[in-house]
């Protein structure tokens, strides 16, 4: 069992920088993946980025490569995502995710265990 809890989120205005954590509760912490996702209103949650347990692989969505970046600290029980140059279409509720296994899914159903979320929301 892994309890996800984030944190960071909150109003940017367009090109800032914001960075969300996400603690996971857990002593196998290092053995998830772990991903981001997104939800804006009306929409559909979409897939953001996932890191392997080693930190070594990720897997980023299009339209935030080069911007974003994941990042773990295992002795922390921490998952970072560092947010640059953002866009209102940026804005949404961010959920941080756990999954077994060892491929970099952009599939929500791949992931057991999500956070509550924070909302982040960047005006133009």
């Known amino acids: 069992q892994v309890q996800l809890v984030e944190s960071g989120g909150g109003l940017v205005q367009a090109g800032d920088s914001l960075r969300l954590s996400c603690a996971a509760s857990?002593?196998?912490?290092?053995?998830?993946?772990m991903g981001w996702f997104r939800q804006a209103p009306g929409k559909e949650r979409e897939f953001v980025v996932a890191?392997?347990?080693?930190?070594?692989?990720?897997f980023y969505a299009d339209s935030v490569k080069g911007r974003f970046t994941i990042s773990r600290d295992n002795a922390k029980n921490t998952v970072y995502l560092q947010m640059n140059s953002l866009k209102p279409e940026d804005t949404a509720v961010y959920y941080c995710?756990?999954?077994?296994?060892?491929?970099?899914?952009?599939?929500?159903?791949?992931?057991?265990?999500w956070g509550q979320g924070t909302q982040v929301t960047v005006s133009s």
């Open positions: 995710a756990a999954a077994n296994g060892d491929v970099l899914s952009n599939w929500s159903l791949s992931y057991h265990y």
């Open positions: 857990g002593r196998t912490f290092s053995r998830y993946i």
């Open positions: 890191i392997s347990w080693s930190g070594d692989r990720t």
